[in-house]
């Protein structure tokens, strides 16, 4: 086989797999239509989040699945309302605890949407990490179908954080910016710092060292808006200097007796 006759052959292998590997991959029967979930959120605060599906039955052939759905809140609660095509209620379900199976979706029930509704406790936070900022799964849902196979639908995280650490970020989102603006080498280090006492739980720490090193930013900031200041005040004196010594030049030519008079 040729070099050519082999690349033709690979590039053809190639899209066999490829179209192998997308048939394989059971399509999607649900959608998600609107949504409310918290980005972040304080630990130990109770937060709800709502979530509604849609399009439920878009293959034809599937018309009873089961919804399955778990979370990383705590004292949790779960509410599944089912509603027919003119957004009426047809029933309600409620599970308690971080997962939930069971869910009935059935076409001939006239169920056309579904919505979720979850209630719990924001979780502790187990290792504190400024980046990637530490996050929990708020809910994930699945879809089973007949015959035991599972897909999921989607799944929702947050952040979260105590009052400490969300100050501690703060400080060191801030300095960041600061620091992102100059060259110098101390307030990188003092926010280094900030970050490694923020990743060992060393919040108060961590708000210091990063207050120092916007400090130390901003002080260099401003040594170097008043060294520029100075270049523009010599370069405005050298200006004017130049522009007063050839108007005493220019005069100095018209004082002289003309040679030719």
Not at 40 to 63: C, F, H, I, M
Not at 172 to 178: G, P
Not at 223 to 240: D, K, P, T
């Amino acid at each position: 086989m040729t070099k050519t006759s082999w690349s033709r052959f690979s590039k053809l292998a190639l899209a066999c797999l490829f179209v192998l590997s997308v048939a394989t991959v059971p399509a999607a029967a649900v959608s998600v239509g609107d949504s409310t979930v918290t980005s972040d959120a304080e630990v130990g605060t109770e937060v709800t989040a709502t979530v509604t599906l849609t399009e439920l039955y878009q293959n034809p052939s599937l018309e009873e699945w089961t919804l399955a759905g778990n979370t990383e809140l705590t004292d949790v609660t779960w509410t599944v309302v089912y509603y027919d095509q003119t957004g009426s209620k047809v029933s309600q379900e409620s599970y308690d605890g971080q997962s939930f199976s069971g869910a009935s979706i059935v076409a001939d029930d006239g169920t056309s949407e579904v919505e979720i509704r979850i209630t719990g406790t924001v979780p502790s936070v187990d290792d504190y990490t400024y980046d990637p900022a530490q996050s929990f799964t708020v809910l994930a849902l699945e879809q089973t179908r007949e015959g035991g196979s599972t897909n999921e639908i989607d799944t929702w995280s947050a952040t979260h954080y105590t009052e400490e650490s969300r100050e501690a970020r703060t400080a060191i989102d801030d300095a960041a910016a600061a620091v992102e603006q100059v060259d110098d080498e101390e307030a990188e280090r003092r926010l280094q710092n900030a970050k490694e006492a923020y990743n060992g739980e060393e919040f108060s720490l961590a708000t210091d060292l990063a207050g120092q090193a916007q400090e130390q930013a901003e002080q260099t900031q401003q040594s170097n808006q008043r060294f520029r200041l100075a270049l523009y005040g010599v370069g405005g004196l050298v200006v004017i200097g130049l522009l007063v010594g050839g108007f005493l030049y220019w005069r100095s030519q018209q004082n002289k007796p003309d040679k030719l008079g």
